[in-house]
């Protein structure tokens, strides 16, 4: 079993519609949380970035991150064909270089 | 401020050589770190480097080296390359010691071994 689960989609949404993305982990020591965002031959791009459990805000993106279910997600409201792209939740114990990430959620969103 | 560099974007090699991949990391940050991404392996930690030491190692085999220089400036080495290492590898950098400290990637080095 994975350290961290993510349902890899590929999801497709219409333009404007409210996008949940969702990723488990099983290590309760886990204390640090991010998605990235990865376009087409580019790196990963950091859209979040959390401690501990709560939400977290930042224009169209919302994170949440539930410690008791071992359960994060990402919202993306208003959803855009630029969004279109795969994301990747990541999880840390503390503040080094190592992420432990999941598969990546594949988003389509059609115009 | 500059991103995370790193070159070259691509490279082709033939099984049993060995390669060398280079990053600088954004200003002032001293934390570099590398992942190998594959499309059924994912992003995967390869190591860690802060101040010229390795602070932190993932499961590879001792093929895959690195180092940092003193200018915080990092290169990672795969030795006598296999078919299996084909994939992207990727840097990324952290201004650790000065609060929130997340990890900000380069747009990798695509690796190609035939």
């Known amino acids: 079993q994975k350290e961290v689960e993510q349902d890899p989609g590929p999801l497709s949404v219409p333009e404007g519609a409210i996008v949940s993305l969702n990723c488990t982990y099983s290590?309760?020591?886990?204390?640090?949380f991010m998605w990235y965002r990865q376009y087409s031959r580019k790196g990963p791009e950091l859209l979040m970035y959390?401690?501990?459990?709560g939400n977290k805000e930042d224009g169209r993106f919302t994170a949440q991150v539930d410690k008791s279910s071992k359960y994060i997600s990402l919202f993306i409201r208003d959803s855009q064909p630029s969004d279109s792209a795969t994301y990747l939740c990541a999880m840390a114990y503390n503040q080094g270089g190592k992420l432990i990430f999941g598969q990546g959620t594949e988003l389509s969103v059609k115009p | 401020k500059a991103g995370v560099t790193q070159t070259p974007r691509y490279l082709i090699k033939t099984r049993g050589q060995q390669v060398t991949l280079s990053c600088s990391p954004i200003s002032g940050h001293r934390s570099v770190s590398w992942y190998q991404q594959t499309p059924g392996q994912g992003l995967q930690f390869l190591f860690e480097?802060?101040?010229?030491?390795?602070?932190n190692k993932g499961n590879f085999p001792g093929r895959f080296s690195g180092r940092q220089f003193s200018n915080s400036r990092s290169e990672m080495n795969v030795s006598t390359l296999e078919l299996g290492d084909s994939a992207l590898y990727l840097c990324?950098?952290?201004?650790?010691?000065?609060?929130?400290?997340?990890?900000?990637f380069g747009n990798g080095t695509r690796l190609t071994v035939t």
């Open positions: 990324a950098s952290s201004n650790q010691g000065q609060g929130s400290s997340p990890l900000h």
């Open positions: 959390t401690y501990s459990s």
């Open positions: 290590n309760s020591a886990f204390q640090y």
């Open positions: 480097y802060f101040s010229e030491t390795q602070r």
